[in-house]
């Protein structure tokens, strides 16, 4: 069956670097559209970052352009989300997503069809 597994959360120091991984299984992850969420305690779930199957065509949130990377290997069936500088802001569980099409990331990406189950980010002392 299709399987999203995030990793590489933890607690962090502001100013610090993360980077999560979603490990994919069950689907041809190299045909899929591919993207990171966040929900901060709280909050509603906010894109982050999407990225296109070949590994192109990368979109951020207003939150992740220019610091917060996104990539994939798609021989490993594996997203990642680098990043960097992080700020208690940045605190909160991150999900990985996974659809066939271009959908987007506004308003905590309703319309993406496979989700995770999470990795927590917690920035601060």
């Known amino acids: 069956q299709v399987q999203l597994v995030e990793s590489g959360g933890d607690s962090v120091q502001p100013g610090g670097s993360l980077r999560l991984s979603c490990k994919a299984s069950?689907?041809?992850?190299?045909?899929?559209?591919v993207g990171w969420f966040r929900q901060a305690p709280g909050k509603g779930r906010e894109g982050v970052a999407r990225?296109?199957?070949?590994?192109?065509?990368?979109y951020y949130g207003d939150s992740a352009k220019g610091r917060f990377p996104i990539s994939r290997d798609n021989a490993l069936s594996t997203l990642y989300l680098q990043m960097n500088t992080v700020t208690p802001v940045a605190s909160g569980m991150y999900y990985c997503?996974?659809?066939?099409?271009?959908?987007?990331?506004?308003?905590?990406?309703?319309?993406?069809?496979?989700w995770g189950q999470g990795t927590r980010v917690t920035v601060g002392s």
């Open positions: 997503a996974a659809d066939t099409i271009l959908t987007t990331i506004r308003n905590g990406g309703p319309g993406w069809a496979y």
């Open positions: 069950g689907f041809p992850f190299s045909d899929y559209y």
């Open positions: 990225i296109a199957p070949r590994g192109n065509d990368p």
